[in-house]
């Protein structure tokens, strides 16, 4: 069964810095995409970015274009969320999963198999 655990979230104000971290227990077909999903308070789960191993692509929901940057660390089986300029509206619990390959909507949480418990990120004005 796969784990994935992810650290690194805090209250941050307008304007700072944060990096999420997301260790997984395998880095295996299973998890050779990896993404961060987050879910405002009220509101549904939404993608922010996803990376794939296969092909080094990465993909960014416009919102966070410019401001995140998602890297991984093969050896360590962890995948990183740089988060810069972080607004009020990036106040959320972020979550990290992971599937085999992408198809379908991408953006979908339905479409992965693996979460992590999620971590609360809380940006104030």
């Known amino acids: 069964q796969v784990q994935l655990v992810e650290s690194g979230g805090q209250s941050v104000q307008a304007g700072g810095s944060l990096r999420l971290s997301c260790a997984a227990s395998?880095?295996?077909?299973?998890?050779?995409?990896m993404a961060w999903f987050r879910q405002p308070p009220g509101k549904e789960r939404e993608g922010v970015v996803i990376i794939c191993r296969d092909t080094g692509r990465s993909y960014y929901v416009d919102s966070v274009k410019g401001r995140f940057t998602i890297s991984q660390d093969n050896a360590a089986k962890t995948v990183y969320l740089q988060m810069n300029s972080l607004k009020p509206e990036d106040t959320a619990m972020y979550y990290c999963?992971?599937?085999?390959?992408?198809?379908?909507?991408?953006?979908?949480?339905?479409?992965?198999?693996?979460w992590g418990q999620g971590t609360q990120v809380t940006v104030s004005s």
């Open positions: 395998e880095y295996t077909f299973r998890t050779n995409c």
């Open positions: 999963a992971a599937r085999a390959t992408l198809f379908g909507d991408n953006w979908s949480p339905r479409r992965y198999n693996y």
